[in-house]
């Protein structure tokens, strides 16, 4: 098993330019996570995904869109970048808890894409 | 949005010195997690903690979950040079996505 893979790792763009950050997991988790950190600072969720189809909004998700067609990707959209958005990004993935099993579940990272926008 | 503040920000010990570090949120979690990351890397979970007083082992860590579950700790015991790195924790409250909460991280670094 890979895990989860992102690619990029690095990239550099303009102001107002728009790329797509790529995350995929092979371990057949359900729910799908995209967070960013800035230097110095914990991790922030943008967005995430409890399932194919289904997405919603976390704690900075302005400036970002996501979709979840397929169990396995989860994509990160940045449409206009602004220098705001130069950080590194970290796509997770897990199970949601078991019934009678674990209270909760662990959260698997991707090595991170490192962003900076010019 | 909420953060949790974690503390001290940053250590420099001697190797095989003892290690503590804390979380202090101001809403109740429950679970409480911690994480380590290395650089360029993704974090990587180090312990979990599910009950309030708590208190897990995994290998020369420690971690506990406070009674009041706005606090955690994490203990580690008789560094060695590749526990450097940034140790963040997390909240986690069932349901809503399992969404997680990070702290602000403690960078240790460890003197030979």
Partial sequence: ?118 | GQQLNQSPQSMFIQEGEDVSMNCTSSSIFNTWLWYKQDPGEGPVLLIALYKAGELTSNGRLTAQFGITRKDSFLNISASIPSDVGIYFCAGQLTGGGNKLTFGTGTQLKVEL
């Avoid at chain 1, 995209?34 to 600072?41: I, K, L, S």
């Fill in chain 1, 1 to 118: 098993n890979a895990g989860v893979t992102q690619t990029p790792k690095f990239r550099i763009l303009k102001i107002g330019q728009s790329m797509t950050l790529q995350c995929t997991q092979d371990m057949n988790h359900n729910y799908m996570y995209w967070y960013r950190q800035d230097p110095g600072m914990g991790l922030k969720l943008i967005y995430y995904s409890v399932g194919a189809g289904i997405t919603d909004k976390g704690e900075v998700p302005n400036g970002y869109n996501v979709s979840r067609s397929t169990t396995e990707d989860f994509p990160l959209r940045l449409e206009l970048a602004a220098p705001s958005q130069t950080s590194v990004y970290f796509c997770a993935s897990s199970y949601p808890p078991i019934w009678g099993g674990a209270p909760t579940d662990t959260q698997y990272f991707g090595p991170g894409t490192r962003l900076t926008v010019l």
